[in-house]
């Protein structure tokens, strides 16, 4: 499948719905439920793999795993890059395509670093650009909501970071979660008419919210591997 049909299933105030994948399996179920992507979970996988969210997993298998999972499905798959893995955008946009992908999470925070200056982010980004042409659907994730207490008061940083990376060629931007409505509401009209990616998660805008503040994409994260593993602890519970 290609990134075209993945860019045109971005439709502000008529969201595509992304339940994350970690694997074959739970891609094959994504697909069966009649989602026309699958997207991947970097924060599943690298648990499932044995190791902590953060880019503390090896790259190989990483990449392997997205490659499991396009093997399976006959839809188009975005693969969760993290904030790259400290690769060139060459080499990035290279094994992001030997995967299967047509699209891409590059997210604005380095693990040990913090955020990314916003001219550093985006010239990353434009690499990548440059290095994928149109084959990759590039989602520019925007870390500044995190852990803020006072989300209007990071608004014009998250509205100047998305500008700038829209403006490097990302076709998607994901100001992760956000929690007031209001606060979406206008993160949306200020980088309209660009798509952008919201979260669904509890204690946050549902999905007929967020499609009504503009959301052309949304995102469920690690929440149906964690409601799954959740499951499963209260059953091997249950039979101890």
């Known amino acids: 499948m290609t990134a075209a049909k993945l860019r045109e299933l971005h439709v502000p105030g008529r969201p595509l719905v992304l339940p994350n994948a970690w694997d074959a399996d739970s891609a094959r179920l994504v697909v069966e439920a009649g989602f026309p992507v699958v997207a991947t979970s970097s924060a599943a996988i690298a648990e499932s ?14 990449f392997a795993a997205a490659a499991r999972i396009t093997r399976v499905v006959d839809v188009p798959v ?3 890059a993290e904030a790259g893995y400290g690769l060139g955008a060459a080499e990035l946009a ?4 030997e995967t299967g992908a047509v699209g891409c999470n590059l997210e604005d925070t380095v693990p040990g670093s913090g955020v990314r200056p916003v001219a550093e982010q985006a010239e990353l980004l434009g690499s990548v650009r440059a290095a994928a042409g149109d084959r990759l659907v590039i989602n520019a994730r925007v870390d500044v909501f995190l852990g803020a207490e006072n989300e209007k008061a990071v608004l014009d940083e998250a509205v100047e970071r998305a500008r700038a990376y829209l403006e490097a ?3 998607c931007v994901y100001p992760i979660l956000v929690r007031s409505p209001e606060v979406l509401r206008e993160f949306v009209a200020a980088v309209s008419p660009a798509a ?16 009504e503040l503009g959301a052309a994409r949304i995102s469920l994260g690690a929440g149906l591997w964690r409601a799954a593993r959740v499951w499963l602890a209260e059953r091997l519970a249950d039979l101890g």
Do not use: F, H, K
């Open 94 to 97: 290279g094994r992001l395509l």
């Open 49 to 62: 793999l044995g190791y902590s969210d953060g880019q503390e997993a090896p790259i190989a298998e990483m």
């Open 78 to 80: 975005t693969v969760d």
């Open 169 to 171: 060629g990302a076709d």
């Open 196 to 211: 952008v990616n919201a979260t669904l998660w509890p204690g946050g805008p549902q999905r007929a919210e967020l499609a």
